[in-house]
């Protein structure tokens, strides 16, 4: 199983990115896929996931990010909208299948004018 990040760059704020997760060894349909965060000296955060349940977002990114999933392409992504400076962050993508958790290598996003 490998989960590959792309898409993370420098930002303004109010500016959008969309990162990619390109997911190998298993089927993105079959797996719980969610993205997080994580900046210098705080806990990775949950930002949002999907399962074939739906779709949740954590309080500070609802309405303004957005997750989905392309199964042709077993790519997971996340839409980013609005962006802050506080979105700051290296995001990770992360698939929960077959009762084993997987880590991307993270994408690193900055918000800054």
């Known amino acids: 199983v490998e989960l590959v990040e792309s898409g993370g760059g420098l930002v303004q704020p109010g500016g959008s990115l969309r990162l990619s997760c390109a997911a190998s060894g298993f089927t993105v349909s079959r797996a719980a896929l969610s993205w997080y965060r994580q900046t210098p000296g705080k806990e990775r955060e949950l930002v949002a996931r999907i399962t074939r349940a739906g779709t949740t977002t954590n309080n500070d990114t609802s309405g303004r990010f957005s997750i989905s999933k392309d199964i042709a392409t077993n790519t997971v992504y996340l839409q980013m909208n609005s962006l802050k400076p506080e979105d700051t962050a290296k995001y990770y993508c992360?698939?929960?299948?077959?009762?084993?958790?997987?880590w991307g290598q993270g994408t690193q996003v900055t918000v800054s004018s």
């Open positions: 992360n698939a929960e299948y077959q009762w084993l958790t997987y």
